[in-house]
């Protein structure tokens, strides 16, 4: 499976962005994606996660009523759209993806990174 991220870049405090991560490659079901922020010791943080259902979510308390995610089952594609954005939220912001394959081998996928960065 490949990841592909987009949609970060510079934004002034209060603007918004929307971060995509198309999942492409051999036969696969998604089971769950998210968004994760890198921290400045490398630790991965969650920022929002959707099942492939799209019928289960959860935020961390600070993307609460401004982060929205959500996913294009047909695409393979999750989205995350970050309102009101702070400079707190400047990161390196990453793509997790999990499922399994039809001979029931399971995956989990990290995409490479992308930057946001919020300027005050």
């Known amino acids: 499976v490949h990841l592909v991220e987009s949609g970060g870049g510079l934004v002034q405090a209060g603007g918004s962005l929307r971060l995509s991560c198309a999942a492409s490659?051999?036969?696969?079901?998604?089971?769950?994606m998210g968004w994760y922020r890198q921290g400045l010791e490398m630790q991965l943080d969650l920022v929002a996660a959707?099942?492939?259902?799209?019928?289960?979510?959860d935020y961390a308390d600070s993307a609460k009523g401004r982060f929205t995610i959500s996913r294009d089952a047909a695409k393979n594609t999750v989205y995350l759209q970050m309102n009101n954005l702070k400079p707190e939220d400047t990161a390196v912001y990453r793509c997790?993806?999990?499922?399994?394959?039809?001979?029931?081998?399971?995956?989990?996928?990290w995409g490479q990174g992308i930057q946001v960065t919020v300027s005050s």
């Open positions: 959707i099942t492939n259902g799209g019928t289960k979510t």
């Open positions: 997790n993806v999990g499922g399994d394959y039809p001979d029931d081998r399971v995956f989990d996928y």
């Open positions: 490659g051999s036969t696969f079901t998604m089971d769950h």
